[in-house]
């Protein structure tokens, strides 16, 4: 058994790259500055590559067709929960995909994962929803529980549009 294992460092590559830059970067750290200032450099970034994860989940958009309907939507599928942190970048991405998809005028934001919101969330997506009416746009949140609607409805969003499941989205009023 040696200090250093080598032969983790090729599968911790193709698990996660990031992973094995911290490592190297710790280990440089470590011998070149002491073990203690090497350790916090490693934790220094690995919190801030979970914090800038936080700060912006990925979400892909897709253009996706309604089979009951044929109506085209733009269906945006975040990652995580929804802080005020991150949805700054959630709302800067819808804006980006309305004006890169201008012939879609409905944006369905599927709300599966999220878990937990505060009260900077809940009420920048009031103002998203009621920005994209001004502009003939129909956000519907998807997979969305009783107590988002809730939240939107305590936020002063009246009939918030929210469905639960894939046969709701077809029926909503767009």
């Not at 599968?11 to 970067?25: A, G, Y």
């Not at 999220?114 to 998807?142: C, E, H, P, Q």
């Not at 988002?148 to 002063?156: C, M, R, S």
């Amino acid at each position: 058994m040696t200090m250093i294992e080598y032969q983790a460092l090729i599968p911790m590559w193709r698990i996660s790259r990031l992973d094995v830059v911290t490592c190297m970067i710790t280990f440089v750290g470590s011998v070149f500055l002491g073990m203690e200032y090497g350790i916090v450099i490693g934790v220094g970034i690995s919190v801030a590559a979970l914090l800038i994860q936080t700060l912006r989940p990925p979400m892909g958009p897709e253009v996706r067709v309604d089979i009951q309907t044929g109506l085209k939507y733009l269906l945006v599928k975040p990652e995580g929960g929804l802080k005020f942190p991150s949805i700054d970048h959630l709302r800067t991405q819808v804006n980006k995909v309305t004006y890169r998809y201008s012939h879609v005028r409905i944006i369905v934001i599927d709300m599966e994962r999220w878990t937990s919101w505060d009260y900077t969330a809940i009420n920048s997506l009031v103002a998203l929803v009621r920005g994209m009416k001004k502009i003939d746009i129909s956000l519907i949140f998807y997979n969305c529980s009783h107590q988002w609607t809730k939240a939107f409805e305590a936020a002063g969003l009246k009939n918030p549009p929210c469905c639960e499941d894939s046969g709701q989205l077809s029926t909503e009023p767009l």
